[in-house]
């Protein structure tokens, strides 16, 4: 398959992708990395990097962020900034992918735990989290119409994040690299659709 | 209590102001009725209804909404326009009004059963019920420290919706209004925090 990654070379992005090109032909995206820079954020960019991909069998998002604080000092600026990012930045990519990728073929988002099993300061998360996972709820049944599936992995806190932000998650179990990844491939090549894909 | 009922003149929002009103000394507020009139879109509009106010025991949120329309044209505008309303229209309501509820109140938002049983055209209503739902997940923990419960009501489509909307929801099944307003009874009288309580 001809496979569209974004967010290639973060903690996750880098394992999927090294496990990806073993089968596929895999094209990356990134803001300062990848075989063709973009900007998430702004539907131009994205539209002009789907342009210059050409027509695709999958795209894969494991790409964005929102900030984080107590939620007594939140600003609605700072979920702007989530908004924008996480949430707005992969549902954009869906919204203008859907046109890029041939029937059969399908999209993979990532939200997280967060939404479900909340942490401190992570108000902003959860929220976003939960807004792409609906976003794929209320979006299978359309882009079926379309040969189109699509899915999101909502991965807990992974391995190989312990070390930088494992204190803020109290208790929470460390998923394995390779169960995470095997979730993106599940979205991939298997025949699930509209599936919230929890790997914690 | 001292209850501030955002949207009390909407299908749902009456019937919990004429289930409220026998109980408690409830202020409605709302775009155009009520005791207070404001803008939930505007932050600015919003910190001047909770001035205006004082201080509550409860604050419920059953007022919001968002566009629909076929996934293939759905633009990122379209979106905003569900984000600013439903979602952080709500999110604001609670993220200011902390500040203005008493410890042992409570918040009251609402959701949607779309996030999690989907209809066709109803994808940004998808995506904004679960960031709603997302937030209040996320919000329960820090807003439990400052004695302040949150909950979200997801309600079904209910009896009194049937005939302007019901067409759009094949196969769903009514929703009791008297069950819907228990739902939010229950998250102001009752003691569970973070909860959704699926209504559906």
Chains 1, 2 share one sequence.
């Not at 001809?2 to 999927?16: D, H, S």
């Not at 539209?47 to 609605?76: I, N, R, S, W, Y």
Request: proline share 3%; glycine share 14%; aromatic share 6%.
């Amino acid at each position: 398959m001809r496979i569209l990654l974004v967010g290639g070379t973060g903690t996750i992005g880098k394992k999927i992708y090294w496990r990806l090109q073993e089968k596929h032909e895999l094209i990356s995206a990134g803001t300062k990395s990848g075989d063709y820079q973009f900007d998430m954020t702004d539907v131009g960019s994205i539209k002009e990097l789907f342009k210059q991909v050409g027509k695709l069998d999958a795209l894969v998002v494991a790409a964005g962020g929102g900030p984080m604080g107590p939620l007594e000092q939140l600003t609605e600026e700072q979920f702007y900034e989530g908004i924008r990012n996480k949430m707005m930045g992969q549902i954009n990519l869906a919204l203008i992918g859907q046109k890029h990728i041939q029937s059969g073929g399908s999209i993979t988002l990532t939200s997280g735990i967060l939404s479900e099993d909340p942490i401190a300061m992570g108000t902003i998360l959860s929220t976003v989290n939960g807004a792409v996972n609906g976003f794929v709820v209320g979006a299978a049944g359309e882009l079926f119409r379309q040969g189109i599936r699509i899915n999101v992995v909502s991965p807990g806190i992974v391995e190989d994040s312990i070390e930088a932000i494992g204190t803020y998650f109290p208790g929470h179990h460390p998923v394995a690299m390779d169960k995470v990844v095997n979730a993106y491939v599940k979205s991939i090549e298997g025949v699930r659709t509209g599936e919230i894909i929890r790997v914690f």
